[in-house]
């Protein structure tokens, strides 16, 4: 296997026995971007020169007796809403298409500190509004394991390029399923923590109240030692939850004996498409044989979720995006007077999506119809993490599909934006709750798409997702 295509513990290996260098890696990574991105399209911006000049600094270092620690020299690719000091932030859209970063983010900083190397910025739907990297100003980005299909969204980049080994790991943002649904679809890990237990800092916003960073990885063990990296409390985050951070490779045994596993029969309907729930009952049959108990649940409020995350999401958008209007940074329009600066630069500026999603919030703030709407979702949101709670006091995790189908085609759903949103069904109700949940690769479809598997766990217990995850890798053929 080649080093673009290993994972990172496993290049940590080579690296402790001094077979491979740091140089050697990074080289490895940016020949495969040069073979593979202009057909998939993972990267806004590539930083070549910079990860080779610091894949250089860093083998000295060692030389000179620096400890390798399990993520230094390991390249890794940020989702292009993470703030990186010096380079461009662009969130895929127009109105930052020259907008440099003056400072880093909190889990920028973190993986400085570890020694890994950024490799580039990848491609995203612009602001992170959609589900499959197709509304972003640079293009659209195809899926590695078939390129007529969609890589999922809106961290379809990140997927995509550590499912093509441009990339060894990635960290991608989770509003409503951003990081899972890609991860099913390009056959890799990604794993959205709880709401709080990553800083925020640094991360351009969405939606506040649901946006989360996490990592997607090629298996269990690399999204393990990525939680221990990224998580913490930061006072710089007035959402950032003061807890105690475990060492997660401890939470990764083969044992799911007396593990007490709930399936929302809510999350198996008419819809999921019959290979996808093959899938699950293998997966379930798979942990029952080793120990696990199988029974069946109800989350009932699950049918008001898809309304509830599009009228949260929406206006907290509405109101994060009213920065944008040429002033104090990123794109200007030329006018003779501020107000139509303000109109064209927006005009200008953000694509259909954006604005789609910046109407229908505003609407639902306006005077008349907050109480209508807004005050409306928020009960709801209640509602559905109330089902959580109840489910949680019988069960230690929940499974379920990340997404009703597998890949769809390039094009596919783009002038059905109903459509488009229905296609994150099973992955915003963990959003809305605030819970950790995690997607693993379980397989393929007839036409050899990948398969997702959702397990989702009570707040902050990202251990007993990494442990039933782990098992499941650990006795499939998925495993590395």
Do not use: W
Request: proline share 4%.
């Amino acid at each position: 296997m080649e080093l673009a295509e290993l994972a990172a513990h496993e290049i940590h290996c080579l690296l402790k026995k001094k077979e491979v260098s740091v140089v050697e890696v990074v080289d490895a990574v940016l020949t495969r971007i040069d073979e593979v991105d202009d057909n998939i399209g993972a990267f806004i911006t590539v930083n070549g020169e910079g990860a080779q000049r610091e894949a250089l600094r860093i083998d000295q270092e060692i030389s000179r007796g620096r400890e390798i620690l399990p993520l230094t020299g390991i390249p890794v690719a940020i989702k292009d809403l993470i703030c990186i000091k010096g380079m461009k932030t662009t969130c895929a859209s127009r109105i930052l298409n020259n907008f440099y970063s003056p400072y880093d983010a909190t889990v920028i900083e973190k993986l400085r500190e570890a020694g890994t190397i950024f490799i580039g910025k990848t491609n995203m739907d612009e602001f992170a509004m959609g589900s499959s990297t197709e509304n972003s100003c640079f293009g659209i980005t195809r899926n590695p394991l078939n390129p007529d299909t969609v890589p999922g969204g809106s961290s379809g980049g990140s997927a995509a390029a550590v499912a093509a080994g441009e990339a060894i790991i990635a960290l991608g943002s989770d509003t409503g399923g951003s990081i899972r649904q890609p991860a099913a679809f390009c056959g890799v890990v990604g794993l959205v923590p709880t709401y709080g237990l990553v800083s925020r800092f640094g991360l351009v916003a969405f939606a506040s109240s649901l946006d989360q960073i996490g990592p997607i990885t090629r298996d269990v063990r690399d999204c393990a030692l990525l939680m221990n990296l990224i998580c913490g409390y930061d006072p710089r985050d007035s959402t950032s939850a003061a807890t105690n951070i475990p060492d997660y490779t401890d939470s990764l045994l083969n044992d799911v004996r007396e593990v007490k596993i709930g399936i929302p029969k809510q999350y198996f309907g008419e819809e999921v498409d019959e290979e996808v729930a093959e899938a699950m009952r293998e997966a379930m049959a798979l942990f029952k044989r080793h120990g696990a108990k199988i029974e069946n649940v109800s989350l009932p409020n699950t049918e008001y979720a898809i309304a509830t995350y599009y009228l949260i999401a929406t206006a907290e958008a509405s109101s994060n995006l009213a920065r944008y209007d040429g002033v104090g940074y990123g794109q200007r329009e030329k006018s003779d007077n501020i107000l139509e600066m303000y109109e064209k630069t927006r005009e200008a500026g953000f694509g259909d999506e954006v604005k789609r999603r910046i109407m229908l919030g505003t609407y639902v703030l306006s005077a008349g119809y907050y109480e209508t709407y807004y005050l409306k979702a928020q009960q709801a949101r209640a509602l559905i993490r109330d089902d959580f709670e109840k489910a949680f006091q019988k069960f230690d995790c929940l499974l379920a599909p990340v997404s009703p189908t597998t890949a769809f085609k390039v094009g596919e759903k783009t002038d059905d934006p109903l459509k488009m949103y229905l296609s994150d069904i099973f992955t915003i109700p963990v959003n809305l709750a605030g819970l950790p949940a995690i997607s693993i690769p379980c397989g393929f479809n007839s036409l050899g798409s990948a398969i997702g598997l959702q397990l989702i766990a009570k707040p902050f217990n990202e251990e007993m997702l990494l442990r039933v995850a782990y098992t499941f890798e650990e006795n499939t053929k998925m495993s590395r």
